[in-house]
């Protein structure tokens, strides 16, 4: 008598950022095909996609900051640059063949599980419907800004954007600005502006 080998259960990941990529690619490691990563936007990366106000950076040292199974020794600086980690993170996509298990464009709206079929159920905002038996969500803190509630500023007259959404047209050396940054990229960002 011979067996089969049990089948591997299907996984859906939510989000493609360092976290999502990571859990993506040590299940291909494992053996598990069955993967799709639903991602809201229309590229890799997360917080190092949405996030290119000028001179960002990682405030952990770049040899730390890549994965331990793909270590990255060629680092351009000792703080990585955005576009450099995210360079490195879209490498990873491509040599562990993952960007055939990408679904862009999808922002989940809703997740339930099925106790019927024993699967969980996930619904798109566009209306595409997904299920899989493992659910792992890699939605990550830094990709939605938290605007805080500043008194007056609904009567301030200059540009006023969030770092994470920073706005490319405006030339913050020429414009009167507010910085909506919290923590460090607030004095990352207020930090470059005010160099010669």
């Not at 997904?130 to 990709?143: H, K, P, S």
Request: hydrophobic share 35%; glycine share 8%; proline share 5%.
């Amino acid at each position: 008598m011979t067996s089969r080998a049990p089948r591997k259960p299907s996984v859906i990941i939510i989000g493609t950022g360092f976290g999502g990529l990571g859990m993506a690619i040590q299940l291909k490691k494992a053996g598990y095909e069955q993967i799709t990563l639903l991602e809201k936007e229309g590229a890799v990366g997360g917080t190092w996609r949405d996030n290119t106000y000028p001179g960002a950076a990682c405030d952990v040292q770049s040899h730390l900051y890549s994965y331990s199974f793909k270590p990255k020794h060629d680092w351009s600086r000792k703080f990585g640059l955005q576009a450099e980690i995210l360079g490195y993170m879209e490498h990873c996509v491509q040599k562990y063949d993952l960007a055939r298990h990408i679904e862009f464009d999808r922002a989940v709206a809703t997740a339930s599980f099925d106790s019927q079929s024993n699967e969980w159920v996930v619904g798109t905002e566009s209306g595409d419907e997904y299920r899989a038996d493992v659910l792992i969500t890699a939605t990550g803190q830094l990709n939605r800004p938290a605007i805080p509630a500043i008194p007056g500023i609904d009567r301030f007259k200059g540009t006023c954007f969030h770092s994470a959404r920073w706005n490319h047209d405006k030339d913050p050396a020429k414009a009167e600005m507010l910085s909506r940054a919290l923590l460090s990229p607030s004095l990352d960002v207020i930090n470059r502006q005010n160099q010669p």
